[in-house]
C-alpha cells in the first residue's frame, strides 16, 4: 500500500504559477498527475519514471507545466506556470507505471486525495 499526500494548491490570477508537491509513503516505479473537474473524466497532465529519465505531457499542458521527482523524499512535484482558467481543477498525484499510455487510468495504483486549483481571470 501506497499513501500519497498533496499539497500547494490554492487560487491564483491567470498567468500566475503554482507548484504541486505530492509525497509517497514509500517509493514507487512511476507517478503522475491527473486533474478532474465536477461532471468530467479525470485527465492526465504530466507523468514520470521515479528516476526521472522520461517524462510525458499532456497537449494543454507542454511548455507550461513541468513534473520532477525527489527521490531522496518519495516526492513530485508539478510546477504550473502561465495558468489559464481552463486549468482550474482538484488536482491528483498517482502512483503506478508509466508508459506511452500513462494517460490511461487502470496504469496508476494509487491516488492521493487531491488539491484544488483555482484559476480566475
Known amino acids: 500500500q501506497v499513501h500519497l499526500v498533496e499539497s500547494g494548491g490554492g487560487s491564483v490570477q491567470a498567468g500566475g504559477s503554482l507548484r504541486l508537491s505530492c509525497v509517497a509513503s514509500?517509493?514507487?516505479?512511476?507517478m503522475a498527475w491527473f486533474r478532474q473537474v465536477p461532471g468530467k473524466q479525470r485527465e492526465g497532465v504530466a507523468a514520470?519514471?521515479?528516476?526521472?529519465?522520461?517524462?510525458y505531457y499532456a497537449e494543454s499542458v507542454k511548455g507550461r507545466f513541468t513534473i520532477s521527482p525527489e527521490k531522496d523524499k518519495n516526492a513530485v512535484y508539478l510546477q504550473m506556470n502561465s495558468l489559464k482558467p481552463e486549468d482550474s481543477a482538484m488536482y491528483y498525484c498517482?502512483?503506478?507505471?508509466?508508459?506511452?499510455?500513462?494517460?490511461?487510468?487502470?496504469?496508476?495504483?494509487?491516488w492521493g486525495q487531491g488539491a484544488q486549483v483555482t484559476v480566475s481571470s
Open positions: 514509500k517509493h514507487y516505479y512511476s
Open positions: 498517482a502512483a503506478g507505471r508509466t508508459g506511452e499510455t500513462w494517460y490511461l487510468l487502470g496504469n496508476w495504483n494509487y
Open positions: 514520470i519514471y521515479g528516476d526521472g529519465s522520461q517524462s
